[in-house]
């Protein structure tokens, strides 16, 4: 079956099962390795994506429920030469130590920064709660978003 779509502003076409995850068709599919595998089970946010907008887990999403929808991954938010704000801001607090959970957190710091430009400390810690990071970096990763909104990061 063929799933219409958008990933990053672009049309796309899969012909996969509906029953496959999001992050097996982003990352098999479309070469799109941003997304990463964690837990399997929406609990750890290593995969988080923007459906329309919104921060959603990919890890078990079946694609089949999002034709016609949009889908914004990492890779979406900026370029190497021209990088997101969030992500400049990661970069420049030093955000992140092994990196695996950083584009599912950047992708979650995006969509609060979106809905509100100047959210406070807790409002960033309780937008971000849902992701597991290991190597003890959240409070780089708080000053970085602060950060982020501070230069206004645009949506």
Known sequence: MSIHFTVNGQAAAVDVDPATPLLDVLRNQLDLKGSRYGCGLEQ???????????AAYSCAREIGSLAGHSVTTIEGLGTPSEPHPLQRAFLEE???????CLSGIIVSAKALLDRNPSPTRAEIVDALDKHLCRCGTHTRIIKAVQKAAAMGAPA
């Open 44 to 54: 750890c946010g290593t995969c988080m994506v923007l459906i329309d907008g919104e």
């Open 94 to 100: 030093q955000a992140g130590q092994c990196g695996y």
